[in-house]
Structure formats: C-alpha cells, structure tokens
C-alpha cells in the first residue's frame, strides 16, 4: 500500500511563512502530476496548486504569488513554499495526485495562521 506523509504544517502569525513537505512511498510518484491540497474547517478539500512530472506548475488565484510548489522525483517528495502567510489559509493540507486522486490520503499537515 502507497503510503503518503505531509509535515512541516504549524502555527505561524500572519504574514510568516511555512515549507510542508509531501513524501510518497511509490515508484509511480514521478509520473503523476501532484497537487497539494487543503481543508478549511466546515468546507471541502480544494486544490490549491499542482506541479507536472517535468515541473510546470498550476496555482490557485487565491494562492497565486504567494505559494510555491516544487518536487525532487529522485526522492519522491514534493514541496509547498507558503509565504505571506493569511488567517484564511489556516487548514490541514494534503498531498495526492492531480486531477484524479490515485493515493490512500495521508493524515494531512495542519496549519494555522493567527496572530
């Protein structure tokens, strides 16, 4: 069974910045596109960035200028650089691929941003 393991997640005030880290346990990760995703209480699980295997890139607007996605396939990890960090981005976030989520969920990392 694939396991998937975010972390990095936290407490930080506003405009902090954080780096979550996504590490999946399959030979398969450097040929999917990934995304990280995440979770505000109450509402649903959202893609807010995604990254191709060659590394091209898609952000959400909310996102966009602020967040920064990477991936080392050598390591089957993927990154999330988050700066300028808002209340309104407090969540859990998840890793998966993109579109289609083929992985089991992992517990996801969870972030909150207050001051």
């Known amino acids: 069974q694939v396991e998937v393991v975010e972390s990095g997640g936290g407490l930080v005030q506003p405009g902090g910045s954080l780096r979550l880290s996504c590490v999946v346990s399959?030979?398969?990760?450097?040929?999917?596109?990934m995304g990280w995703y995440r979770q505000a209480p109450g509402k649903r699980r959202r893609v807010v960035a995604d990254?191709?295997?060659?590394?091209?890139?898609m952000y959400t607007d909310s996102v966009e200028g602020r967040f920064s996605i990477s991936r080392d396939n050598a390591e089957n990890t993927m990154y999330l650089q988050m700066n300028s960090l808002m209340p309104e981005d407090t969540a859990v976030y998840y890793c998966?691929?993109?579109?289609?989520?083929?992985?089991?969920w992992g517990q996801g990392t969870r972030v909150t941003v207050s001051s």
């Open positions: 998966n691929t993109s579109p289609a989520n083929y992985y089991v």
């Open positions: 399959a030979s398969t990760f450097g040929r999917y596109r």
């Open positions: 990254i191709t295997p060659d590394g091209r890139t």
